[in-house]
């Protein structure tokens, strides 16, 4: 009966936390997973795998499997495409050695954008971002919440609008791998790689293009793809015979997406799926 009544539940593979750019701890995400009645979760925090030992812990405790995972970013073109990975050894060293570069280099290109915002006379300051950060993988969402509580902009929008994002005056790059080296990272490690919301600007061509570099599969479920989209992505998974994810990218707090946990989940199967995967 419990297997039963394990196997009709829910999951939510997309979960952010403090160690990156969420607001709330592993603990406090496990907790409000449970309430929203999911039964398996993944973290999935930028460049960073520091939450997983605590969420297995608490997911233990409050009955919610905790599958280890990270999202990466890796360059395609000029774009900045999103990779979710799970399954993987979270003590594999070489993996480990990876992300602690990326979040190293996070940190150098935030202090460049700082730079590149002084020079246009925008008085932010690095202090004021590694605030917003606190523990977390520093990101240009950091920056844009720090930009909106120096009253240096309005809202976190239209800091990347105005200064951040793709293209703007203080834009700047970060260290990324290609699909091919990151799928490989994370193959190496014993995991499988996904596409992340690949309905936010990923064209056809660089969609095949991935599907070239051996992601795993794609994610459909996502809270920026219409019931359209989502189907259409679930058809490409099953074209070319790969494996599909999902979830809600929560990240809790000011972001004002509180009500997205338990909202966009996939079923158990497709967690089912990754393990025959993995086993092959
Ligand atoms: P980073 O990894 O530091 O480049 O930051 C990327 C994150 O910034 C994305 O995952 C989004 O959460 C956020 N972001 C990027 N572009 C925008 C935008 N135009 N408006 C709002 N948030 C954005
Ligand atoms: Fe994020
Ligand atoms: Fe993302
Ligand atoms: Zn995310």
Do not use: W
């Not at 394990?6 to 603990?27: C, F, I, K, Q, W």
């Not at 058809?235 to 990218?249: A, I, M, P, T, W």
Request: glycine share 8%.
């Amino acid at each position: 009966m419990a297997e039963m009544a394990e196997m009709s539940g829910r999951a939510d593979l997309h979960l952010h936390t403090l160690h990156s750019d969420g607001v709330y701890t592993p603990y406090e995400v496990v907790r409000r997973a449970r309430t929203a009645g999911l039964s398996v979760i993944s973290i999935t925090d930028h460049d960073n795998v520091a939450a997983i030992d605590e969420a297995v812990v608490c997911g233990r405790e409050l009955g919610v499997e905790v599958v280890p995972g990270v999202e990466l970013s890796v360059a395609l073109g000029d774009k900045d495409v999103h990779l979710l990975a799970y399954f993987f050894d979270p003590t594999d060293r070489n993996l480990l050695d990876y992300l602690t570069f990326f979040r190293l280099e996070r940190l150098r290109r935030a202090e460049r954008i700082v730079e590149k915002l002084n020079k246009i006379n925008i008085p932010l300051r690095m202090e004021s971002v590694l605030d917003q950060a606190g523990i977390g993988a520093i990101g240009r969402p950091h920056i844009a919440s720090a930009l909106v509580e120096e009253g240096l902009t309005e809202t976190y929008h239209e800091a990347f609008l105005k200064y951040i994002g793709t293209g703007a005056p203080a834009y700047e790059k970060k260290f990324q791998l290609t699909p091919s080296d990151a799928v490989r990272l994370v193959a190496r490690a014993g995991g499988l790689t996904f596409l992340a919301h690949p309905g936010k600007a990923t064209t056809e061509t660089e969609l095949l293009t991935l599907i070239n570099a051996g992601i795993d599969g794609i994610e459909t479920v996502h809270p920026s793809h219409s019931e359209t989209q989502q189907a259409h992505y679930r058809r490409v998974v099953n074209q070319y015979f790969l494996l599909e994810c999902g979830g809600s990218d929560f990240h809790g707090g000011k972001k004002s997406d509180e009500s997205t946990l338990g909202a966009y989940t996939v079923p158990l199967s497709v967690v089912e799926h990754m393990r025959k995967r993995l086993f092959r």
